[in-house]
């Protein structure tokens, strides 16, 4: 199993001692790095930044929200940055939600499983130096009508891979499917290993269609996790419950929360319908207090390190190839890294 890094999101600005990370990442020798981005700092930006200090891991885009860019302007930007690296970028592409799309990007949310199948097409043409025509329900390229004046255009540079790695970020089974048939890789979030085999179906499902990219055994998929370790399990368990209250009660609406479906199926519907009433009518608190301890050890990896490295056999046992660790510091990234050898 792999490992990488997620710097994530941030607010102020990024978090204190970022660069000593990413350059014991290099050190190490991670397999990957990453950022991403919502509605505040973009992904591409940090990663170009963060990845000039690093000679080795791979580059991460997790993700790039389709709404926020053209398929164009995605593939320009990934190329650019292949060429800089070195041929290290994943462009980690996702849908986001109908808050952020329509409420920060002012764009239609609607049917994003097609619209998805068209933007990674379109990145895939312009990557591999095309004449670049689509004609779908969602882009259209050239554009009709217009001055008429458009044409159809090959990129002016030529790309330093002809095939990017696109990864999809994705939860619901549908969009899982789909990473599988037409990426070359699934970007998760609170995946845990009692998840294997549904999503282990849900992927097979994928492969099986006409066409499919991969087979299981040359699909990757990228796990992003918190590890925290402690020896006071509560306590480490304590630093992970606000992100879980948030994530479940307070992202995106409660009739489509992907992240919040993540743990129905795991079977906590009562606690979920607790800490979304309770973060929803202010009193967050109240909604972290309501995250146990099992739903944190089902997605996080925390405690002290002789049980992390007990609970990672179980991880390493799924079909995970690569673990993200997020925002974790120096001394966590070092433990992670010797446990995984």
């Known amino acids: 199993m792999k490992l990488g890094w997620t710097m994530g ?9 970022t660069d000593e990370v990413i ?4 050190a190490l020798g991670l397999d990957s790095i990453w950022t991403a981005e919502a509605y505040g700092s973009d992904a591409l930006t940090p990663l170009a930044w963060y990845g000039a200090r690093t000679t080795t891991p791979r580059l991460g885009t997790g993700i790039i929200q389709m709404s926020a860019r053209t398929p164009t302007a995605t593939a320009m930007a990934a ?19 109908p808050q952020v799309v329509e409420g ?7 049917k994003p499983l097609a619209r998805t199948r ?3 097409d379109i990145v895939r043409k312009v990557v591999a130096r095309e004449k670049l025509t689509h004609d779908g329900a969602f882009y259209r390229v050239p554009i009709e009508g217009g001055t008429g004046l458009g044409k159809a255009l ?3 540079i030529r790309p330093y891979r002809t095939d990017i790695p696109i990864f999809l970020g994705a939860q619901g089974p549908k969009n899982v499917a789909l990473a599988a048939e037409v990426a070359d890789g699934w970007l998760t979030l609170f995946f845990g290993p009692k998840l294997n085999d549904y999503y282990k179906d849900v992927l097979a499902e994928g492969f099986a269609r006409p066409g499919a990219r991969h087979t299981a055994e040359s699909f990757e998929v990228a796990v992003s996790v918190t590890a925290v370790i402690d020896d006071d399990v509560e306590a480490a368990a304590d630093r992970i419950r606000p992100l879980l209250a948030l994530y479940i009660g307070g992202m995106g609406a409660v009739e489509a929360n992907f992240h919040r479906n993540m743990f129905l199926r795991l079977g906590y519907e009562q606690e979920c319908d607790k800490i979304t009433e309770l973060y929803l009518s202010g009193r967050k608190e109240e909604a972290i207090a309501q995250v146990s301890t099992a739903m944190v050890e089902e ?10 490295a007990d609970d990672l056999a179980a991880w390493q046992a799924t079909i995970a190839t690569s673990l993200v660790l997020m925002g974790a510091d120096l001394p966590t990234l070092r433990t992670l890294a010797e446990l995984l050898g």
């Open 154 to 156: 090959r990129s002016t």
């Open 104 to 110: 920060w990007y002012g764009q239609e949310y609607g």
């Open 9 to 17: 999101y941030w607010g102020a600005g990024p978090a204190p001692g």
């Open 79 to 97: 190329m650019t940055l292949d060429h800089l690296s070195g041929g290290r970028v994943i462009l980690g592409l996702g849908t986001s939600g």
């Open 23 to 26: 350059d014991e990442a290099d």
């Open 299 to 308: 997605v996080a990896l925390i405690g002290p390190k002789a049980k992390i």
């Open 118 to 120: 068209e933007y990674i």
